[in-house]
């Protein structure tokens, strides 16, 4: 609250007083009172002023403290149960309404945090329900091996990805109720995914390679399944010619450095910024038609729910190259 604003506002009754005092002098110089009229020329602008300025400092010291405290609060709309009382009627009323309205707001959270997490649980229901037939259609498929039931069969995968990717998408906000960090090797993990994409892989020819897989790392192994089968499901998505992915793993200081490359089609410098943007896609996406862009965007929400930090590189016309860092220091242990 700065004294100028204060003096602005209270301009007019400013004005009102000078209009008052100097009618007074008039009065008083008619009837020849020099003394009193002195006393009225000091006296009553300094009580004036000296009340002004009480009142200033009272509501200055009131609303520097309602600013501060805002400024340092992540969570503003918490604000009316930290400031301070008020000791004049303007604030009272400005406290009053202020909880008010945060009881108000509470309120409303609360019911759509409700709605939310019912939806949630309506769609994670679904889903577990849906992959009975999903699974039931791929064993079929597998029992009466054809053409078109191979790619039924091939239909039959997208549809289950698609559902594990809204599944995983429902939990991410509430990460930390699903996962378990223990120590994990990286190589059980990869198997893991090779295993998921395997028919695919040999299909079309894809060469693996693995280097120091061996070393563990801490994590939660269902969702780094999931992060890892989403990029590994880009780099067969976007492969090249003479396809290839390695995976590889090293240590520096205090942290495992897990590299996934390919040599695809890779990404434009002009769209590397927002790879993990949710909904991007990208030119490569949208000339293919089957990116929903959210794979990544989800990668990088669950490794920064587990504590990990994610990154991706590529050069056009060469590849792409994902690291995942895994924190060992004592402190995350």
Known sequence: ??????LRERQAVLILWVVFI????????AVSEPMLQIYIGIGIPAGLFLDMGLEFRKKKRFYDSVERQAQEMDQVYLLPEVVEDADFLEGKYLIQFL???????AERVKAYKKDHEEYKDYIEMWIHEVKLPIATGKMIAENHRSEAMDSMEEELQKIEDYTEQALYYARSYNVEKDYLIKEVPLQTVVAEVLKKNK??????KIKIQMEGLETTVFTDSKWMVFVLNQIVSNSIKYRGEDPAISFSAAKRKEQVVFTI????????????????????????GRGKQKSTGIGLYL??????RLGHKIYLFSKEG???EVSIIFPMNSYYL
Request: net charge negative.
């Open 22 to 29: 100097a009618a007074l002098e008039v009065m008083l110089l």
């Open 1 to 6: 609250m700065k004294l100028r604003d204060y």
């Open 261 to 284: 490359r390919d040599n695809g089609i890779g990404i434009s410098a002009g769209e590397m910024g927002r790879v993990f943007e949710k909904g991007f896609t990208g030119s490569n």
């Open 99 to 105: 909880k008010e309205m945060e009881t108000s707001m």
């Open 199 to 204: 028919k695919v892989l040999i299909a079309e």
């Open 318 to 320: 060469e590849g792409t």
């Open 299 to 304: 990668c990088q929400k669950l490794c920064s």
